[in-house]
């Protein structure tokens, strides 16, 4: 090996830690995400939300970001059967929230259901199922339902997440491919 050889392979090396570090620090502290990614909480541009919240992995501890104009929209975390149907007259929204950035801290495992209150928005689409799930290697028990852990029911047509496993094998991809790009 020549001594440039050896040079760009410490190189490699160091950035792999680093990467290594800062994704283990991103895991302790909690990740941030804005809902819906760049255009946010809004009903220009048809943004899939479900689809949004399907590629990411969010995990107890992680923060969620609303960013809206809070002139033509808000947040309510809802139950289920409300999330479902759309219908704010139907039972009381678990919170709302109005300020047009609102942070939300996961805080425990299961499925958060987030609509937009305004009348029509929900039907067309302004609507996100959160769901943090478990870190583990074994399968978690089923959850039973009880009648006052509402927003807890696992729903059968909720799209099933990636495995963390995938997730950070898709990160670790995605940063042998910027280093290959650089020119390693
Ligand atoms: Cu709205």
Redesign the pocket.
């Known amino acids: 090996m020549s001594l440039v050889q050896r040079n760009n392979v410490a190189v490699l090396l160091i950035i792999t830690v680093m990467m290594m570090m800062k994704m283990a620090i991103i895991m302790a502290d909690g990740a941030v995400y804005k809902v819906g990614g760049f255009p946010g909480w809004t ?1 220009i541009g048809n943004v899939d939300y479900n689809n949004w919240a399907a590629s990411n992995n969010f995990q107890v501890g992680d923060t969620i970001i609303f960013e809206y104009n809070a002139q ?3 947040v309510m975390k809802v139950p289920y059967k409300m999330y479902k149907s759309c219908n704010v007259s139907e039972g009381t929204p678990l919170e709302t929230f109005n300020t047009g950035n609102d942070s939300i801290k996961l805080n425990r495992y299961g499925h958060n259901w987030f609509i ?1 209150g ?1 009348p029509g ?1 929900c039907q067309n689409g ?1 609507k996100v199922d959160v769901n943090v799930i478990r870190v583990s290697t074994t399968k978690p028990p089923t959850p039973s339902r009880t009648d006052d852990d509402d927003d807890d029911v696992q729903c059968p047509d909720c799209p099933n997440k990636a495995s963390p496993f995938i997730a950070s094998f898709g990160l670790i991809g995605l940063a042998i491919l910027f280093l290959a790009l650089a020119g390693f």
Do not use: P, Q, R
Request: charge should be neutral; hydrophobic fraction near 25%; charged fraction near 0%.
């Open positions: 009903s033509y929209h808000n937009c305004f928005h302004l």
